[in-house]
């Protein structure tokens, strides 16, 4: 259990490594609320879970602002608060599979937007409710794939759309004021419905660092970006 129970949002939660952080936050005591763009999505995944009570699910649409303040308004009113944001939600369409060659600009600018936009949106909206509370976790999820090392050409339009993801996080994080940190984590090659069969890890293995990340103590890092709860380049 936590110390502090805390209210924690994680998008894109209905299956995979989000679901299992829901799980894994739930045994710490937190309250937490998946979203998904789909209802049928969400109540699937609650009865998995099997429907306890510190786990809740709400509609959300992280690639429409309208959505994304439509489910923010409807936070502050029902809880006046978040300590924890999970921008886990990503998409694999388009031209997500190709290489740079093969990519059209529309594929980059879906993907870019699917997958770091968004966490731009949920930020913009959850980062002024934590600084004034004065505590705060913001995981972004990225990929060993977004890091400048790594990069070559394929999967393009996915490493660049985390390369962007990790500058909102690495921009984020100096936004961020009292108690409030933001990182971004590598849960590496999971066999989730993106990663495929063939991926190195399982869900919980990929969960455990997003799951480390937002349940930092007080003197833990900001503005970093982290795999199994170790530093990682960007």
């Known amino acids: 259990m936590a110390d502090t129970p805390r209210l924690a949002v994680i998008t894109g939660a209905s299956t995979g490594i989000g679901l299992e952080t829901a799980r894994e936050l739930a045994k710490r005591g937190h309250h937490v609320i998946i979203t998904a763009r789909q209802q049928e999505s969400i109540d699937k995944a609650l009865a998995e879970l099997g429907h306890p009570d510190e786990i809740e699910g709400h509609v959300l649409d992280v690639s429409d602002d309208g959505s994304v303040d439509a489910f923010f308004d409807w936070l502050i009113e029902e809880q006046d608060h978040i300590d924890i944001l999970i921008n886990n939600a990503a998409r694999s369409s388009g031209g997500y599979g190709a290489a740079f060659d093969a990519m059209t600009a529309d594929d980059l600018i879906e993907t870019i937007d699917n997958n770091a936009v968004s966490a731009f949106r949920t930020i913009k909206r959850a980062l002024p409710?934590?600084?004034?509370?004065?505590?705060?976790?913001?995981?972004n999820v990225s990929s060993g794939a977004g890091q400048f090392d790594e990069l070559d050409t394929s999967v393009a339009s996915y490493r660049i759309s985390k390369v962007t993801m990790n500058a909102v996080s690495a921009i984020a994080a100096r936004q961020a004021r009292g108690n409030v940190k933001v990182n971004a984590v590598d849960p590496g090659w999971v066999k989730t419905r993106m990663g495929g069969d063939g991926a190195e890890r399982e869900i919980p293995e990929g969960a455990a660092g997003i799951v480390w990340?937002?349940?930092l103590p007080d003197d833990g890092p900001n503005g970093g970006f982290f795999k199994d709860g170790k530093p990682i380049a960007w």
């Open 129 to 139: 409710l934590m600084n004034e509370k004065g505590y705060g976790r913001i995981v």
């Open 213 to 215: 990340a937002a349940t």
